[in-house]
């Protein structure tokens, strides 16, 4: 997502000056002073120059300054051009995927994996972690199976890709136990192997005038088409570490209170996750007033989808303050990614 200033908009030397007020205040979460990027960065000028890059850098929006005896933080648009601009963008370290692969467990259901994840997550950045359940409708039914329980009432049960079950009960006109053996195994063979798109296109093979009950076929079949889709609805997995609420960004009672309001509706998170078909492979980058919801103006938004068969299948989402190691936050992400993906190869195949 790029910001409305072009790469070349600022000179070599006020790039490098952001730069150096970016890292330093992102580690150190102190206002940046002239001569602290001087004393830091050999930036080959004098505090002098660099005091007046900055006072233009505040006056052109890329800097703030909180408090008038303060040093300059970040502005939103200065982490903008600085993630789109002057970000070195990190290689995923390989050796992550050694510590991922001993600590696997392939006996975990989908639900505790991605669950294990997301605390990892959010033990790492101390930020908001969220990861979406897999969408149900790209994963393939290995299992189907009608259970008659009375007249005009019976159980459907699906088992997934991965171990993951779904199972909810069908009003439907069926007078006898013979009766659900045959749909049972006519459905069965329309389903077994086939993801929630492959299952709608069998919906009109299950017609059949000569078929007494045909109309009941049917109905099985588009309920587990809809019963996929209400499954695959906005389901995730939310964890965040204590530690954040020591963080010094969420010292000042206001943004304190800002962040607790936050945590308190799961809804409005988990709807974040979903707002839009996030479906590139890099991560999505949104900081601060970029947001449209005003309850999310204190934080950046991380956005990266995970893989199976080489198709979307989920995201993994990272609320943090606006004041975040990017280059640190974005490998981890990348890293997650893929060690979810892989994970899913491994649960599923």
């Known amino acids: 997502m790029k910001g409305k200033f072009s790469d070349d908009y600022l000179s070599s030397r006020k790039k490098k000056v952001l730069w150096a007020v970016v890292e330093s205040y992102t580690q150190t979460a102190e206002p940046v002073a002239s001569r602290t990027v001087w004393k830091r960065f050999d930036l080959g000028v004098s505090p002098a ?57 392939e006996d975990d259901p989908v639900s505790e994996f991605l669950k294990k994840m997301a605390k990892q997550l959010s033990s790492k950045t101390l930020g908001i972690a969220i990861i979406s359940h897999p969408l149900l409708l790209e994963l393939s039914v290995k299992d189907f199976h009608l259970s008659y329980v009375k007249k005009g009432f019976c159980i459907v049960f699906l088992l997934l890709e991965g171990g993951i079950s779904v199972t909810y009960p069908l009003n439907i006109d069926i007078s006898s136990e013979e009766d659900a053996l045959v749909l049972n195994s006519l459905i069965k063979s329309k389903v077994i192997g086939k993801n929630r798109n492959e299952i709608s296109s069998e919906l009109d093979t299950v017609f059949d005038p000569i078929f007494k009950l045909s109309s009941q076929a049917k109905q099985i079949l588009t309920s587990v088409i809809e019963n996929l889709w209400k499954a695959t609805d906005k389901k995730a997995y939310i964890y965040y570490s204590m530690k954040m609420f020591n963080l010094p960004d969420f010292s000042d009672k206001e943004k304190f209170d800002i962040l607790v309001a936050l945590l308190e509706e799961e809804d409005r998170i988990v709807q974040k996750l979903f707002e839009d078909p996030w479906e590139k492979r890099e991560i999505k980058i949104v900081i601060g007033e970029e947001n449209e919801d005003p309850k999310f103006w204190e934080f950046t938004f991380f956005k990266i989808p995970y893989y199976y068969a080489n198709k979307v299948v989920g995201f993994i989402g990272l609320i943090s303050p606006t004041r975040v190691r990017y280059p640190y936050v974005v490998e981890l992400l990348d890293i997650y990614a893929h060690k979810i993906s892989n994970g899913l190869r491994r649960l599923f195949d």
């Open 49 to 105: 120059t660099i005091r007046n890059d900055m006072a233009d850098l505040e006056e052109e929006g890329f800097l703030n300054q909180p408090h008038v005896s303060a040093g300059r933080i970040p502005s939103c648009i200065g982490y903008r051009y600085y993630v789109d601009s002057l970000m070195e963008w990190p290689k995923p370290n390989l050796n992550q995927y050694v510590e991922f692969d001993e600590e696997f467990d």
